[in-house]
């Protein structure tokens, strides 16, 4: 059986808006106090959109999200920070019929975790450890998973508080592109 997995034009509208939104979410709203620490809910239309359209639009929204984002940053861009954004949109996807039977805190916790654990925290504290110990790269992963590790641990919870509020307000079954569809 083959399957078509090409985007509709009002996927594809839904998604560019979604990663503008986190572009704005990441960038203008929440100030980042350094290049390696920022509180912001910037990943919350990454998931929505891999909740929504599946793990391939979901990836392209958080990896659009990011290169447009660095655009507006300081410091800017560097493909080898790009993976953390691409997994909350991948595994919001791919838990996607997992949601769709319950989308309560504790679902939409289970489905962030693998991507702020695997993402956030681990791949994101090796390689700034990389990128900024010179030489000390045990002592950087240590002191990187450690403020990390309390940095989205509470970002987690602003994320599953406003996708679980927006799901909660019935926006997106009105939309007609919740729940999803076999």
Not at 37 to 51: L, N, Q
Not at 72 to 92: E, Q
Not at 111 to 122: F, H
Request: glycine share 8%.
């Amino acid at each position: 059986m083959k399957r078509n997995y090409s985007m509709t034009t009002k996927t594809l509208a839904y998604c560019a808006l979604l990663a503008a939104l986190s572009v704005v979410l990441a960038r203008l709203v929440i100030p980042m106090p350094a290049a390696d620490t920022r509180f912001s809910i910037e990943a919350v239309p990454m998931v929505i959109a891999g909740m929504l359209f599946g793990p391939i639009p979901g990836a392209l929204v958080g990896f659009t999200a990011d290169f447009v984002g660095c655009l507006f940053s300081p410091y800017g861009y560097n493909p080898i920070f790009c993976v953390p954004p691409i997994l909350y949109g991948l595994f919001a996807g791919l838990f996607r019929n997992y949601l769709a039977k319950s989308v309560d805190p504790l679902h939409l916790a289970v489905s962030l975790l693998p991507p702020v654990i695997l993402g956030s925290i681990l791949y994101q504290s090796a390689t700034l450890a990389f990128m900024y110990y010179d030489g000390l790269f045990f002592e950087g992963f240590l002191f990187y998973i450690g403020t990390r590790s309390i940095q989205f641990g509470i970002t987690l919870v602003l994320d599953v508080l406003v996708i679980w509020l927006l799901f909660k307000s019935g926006i997106f079954k009105r939309l007609n592109i919740w729940p999803p569809k076999r």
